[in-house]
């Protein structure tokens, strides 16, 4: 695959909570690029910090989180106006604005509870048209109407009129995805884009995701704990566990070749990847408590190739092959490439 023109790179992103108990961090010093037209998928349990991840970007963490100093998010999307990239994490309210709804999307995971059940779903699309776009009301009122018929809504003339309540989960996330490209963003963040929705609709809200990908270039970081969906349409893959990054690689790759015991597990996991009759594997333990985070890898204490050096400090990331990194123990003298250091940008 040739390599498109960054978008967005982050590195050393840490987004900590600051609560009665302690500090608990949500994300913990990740660091990822992205590409124009490639689709990057987020995969881990529910709680490793995939969620926070998008909502950093999108400038969304509010109190009592913060994303920490020296975390850097680094838009790309608009060149022309700044060469080196525009920092998100520290960017002002006003340029948060300019780009969120507009240059970078996103797709929430809840449809039913994320549209505002007073107002119609034209109302929410237009509105979004209208603040970023000097258009007129009759103008923008069309190009909704163009962008629900885009996402296989039938009817969408009457269908503009509705309100959330009034249609299906299915009819939501579309509307949502019609709403999230109403300003042909670079950049759309697709938080469990698929979740509670039955197969027909997920195979169909997939296949739209991928041809409209194909059709405006658009990047799209698809936000997961499916590998089923993972396989269907990512080109890229970083697996998190525990508010970090800790594996990544191409798609292909990473299902052929998994390296790290908590992507090896996930993939044991998976019903289609086990033999008819046998049980399901399963990864022993629990995830650890963010306020009380273990000194050394924390994925020590589930790990059944745990070694002494795991308790004792955090792995850094050894490179497997081109654009394939591992953050374990096991593979640093393995490899005959160098170890990265975990500060090293690290491009899927």
């Known amino acids: 695959m040739s390599v498109n023109k960054k978008i967005l790179r982050v590195e050393d992103l840490r987004v900590y909570f600051h609560t009665k108990n302690g ?14 037209n490639e689709t990057l998928a987020i995969v881990g349990e529910s709680g490793c910090g995939k969620s926070v991840t998008a909502m950093s970007i999108l400038g969304l963490v ?7 100093p020296g975390s850097k998010i680094i838009y790309m999307g608009d060149v022309e106006k700044d060469e080196d990239g525009l920092n998100l994490a520290t960017a002002t309210d006003e340029q948060i604005r300019h780009i969120r709804g507009n240059e970078i999307s996103m797709i929430f995971q809840e449809p039913m509870t994320s549209l505002n059940p007073v107002f119609t779903v034209g109302d929410q ?25 885009s996402v296989g809504i039938s009817r969408p003339e009457s269908v503009i009129d509705n309100y959330p309540f009034q249609l299906s ?23 469990e884009p698929t979740t509670a929705l039955d197969v027909t609709i997920q195979a169909q809200i997939l296949t739209l995701m991928n041809q409209l990908k194909e059709k405006t ?24 566990y525990a508010g970090k990054v800790v594996e990544t690689a191409p798609v292909v790759e990473l299902f052929k070749n998994p390296k790290h015991p908590y992507t090896i597990g996930l993939m044991h996991s998976m019903p289609s990847l086990v033999s008819e009759g046998k049980r399901l594997a399963t990864i022993e333990g629990t995830v650890p408590n963010p306020l009380y ?7 020590a204490d589930r790990c059944p190739d745990v070694m002494p050096i795991c308790r004792q400090k955090q792995p850094t990331a050894t490179k497997i092959a081109s654009r394939h990194r591992v953050w374990c123990f096991l593979y640093e003298n393995e490899v005959e490439e160098e170890v990265v250091e975990v500060t090293e940008e690290v491009e899927v």
């Open 169 to 191: 989960g299915g009819m939501c996330q579309r509307v949502m995805i019609a709403m999230a490209l109403s300003c042909n963003p670079k950049l759309l963040i697709a938080d």
């Open 23 to 36: 500090e608990s961090k949500a994300v913990d010093g990740n660091h990822f690029t992205m590409y124009e």
């Open 125 to 149: 699309i237009i509105e979004n048209i209208t603040i970023h776009e000097t258009v007129s009301k009759e103008a923008a009122r069309q190009r909704a109407i163009d962008l629900l018929s």
């Open 217 to 240: 270039g658009t990047s799209i970081m698809l936000i997961t704990h499916d590998l089923g969906v993972v396989a269907q349409v990512a080109d890229n893959v970083n697996v998190m």
């Open 62 to 68: 509010s109190e009592p989180g913060e994303i920490m």
């Open 293 to 299: 985070l273990p000194k050394g890898c924390y994925f």
